[in-house]
């Protein structure tokens, strides 16, 4: 009997270039899991357009960047599906037979829902669209039978009302979806440039896309122990905003001479940074060969999405066939 694979399923929404954060965050985990199990990886353009509905002038350019900067980070397409969430419409289906049976106050609960309204002032999140983001969420994951699912720390509320939906919907409907595990990567801390959370909109970031001469100035006027001014002051790498990406980067022999030289005020910061240039510009090398073979063939992208969208409508059709039986409705024939 053949053995099935663990299956996975996760995705981004493609709200810009994805830097260091995201790929130590997620991406990362994203790559590793391809080589053992059946994924399925999509762009959340329609969760994007939840928060941005006013203003999508940038969300194709950024969907067909954020597929760049996934395959040269090195997520293959003979591995795994890559598709566009709107262009497997079953994910509206569903969702919309979920929101069926989920109470609208569990949305309104939702701990990420409540601290967007507070902390986004900027854009107006009274929508529908934005209130039922976790339900489209459920569906996008539920729709694949995974067994694990790979986030950021951040969407861990969001899983958790998943997993709520998944067994609301087993109790009234017979089992049918197994509970999805959240597949956290190992604590990778990334502050931002400035010391903030690496964020777009702090522009404290460094990008998958960045070359080194984006970089370079970047990282001198990176923030490092504020309380160390002179190389001769002993510094405290447990305070620093750098030693983090030696955490990420360096090698263990490496994290230990810097750990030492900072404290006992041999190691300079600006030594300290060069070190970290040449560890940065080894990892991203590779990164940028693939990006560079991505420019020379253009449609690449396109085939990419393309493909994995009819992969994924195929699964995708099966269990939306289950779920109406389930629910329910008529069917028609084909
Ligand atoms: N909420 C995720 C983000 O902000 C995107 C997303 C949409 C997602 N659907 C998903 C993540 C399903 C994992 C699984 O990036």
Redesign the pocket.
Known sequence: MAIERLRT?????PTGPLHLGHYFGVLKNYVAIQEEREAYY?V?DW?ALTTDFADPSRLRDNSLEMVKDWLAAGLDPEKCTIFL?SAVKEHAELSLLLSMAVPVSWLERNPTYKEQQLNITDKDLSNAGFLC?PV??AA??LMYKPQG????Q??LP??EL?REICRRFNGLYGATFPEPEAMLTPAAKCPGLDGRKMSKSYNNGIFLRDTMADITPKVRGMFTDPSRLRKADPGNPDVCNLYPYHVLLSSEQEQKEICEGCRNATLGCVDCKKIFLKNLEAFLEPLQQRRALLEQHPTMVMDVLMAGSQRARTFAANTLEEVREKMGLLHLGK
């Open positions: 399923s996760s995705g981004m929404r999509f959340a969760h969430q983001y489209l969420m996008d994951i699912v790979p986030v950021g951040d969407q969001h899983i998943t």
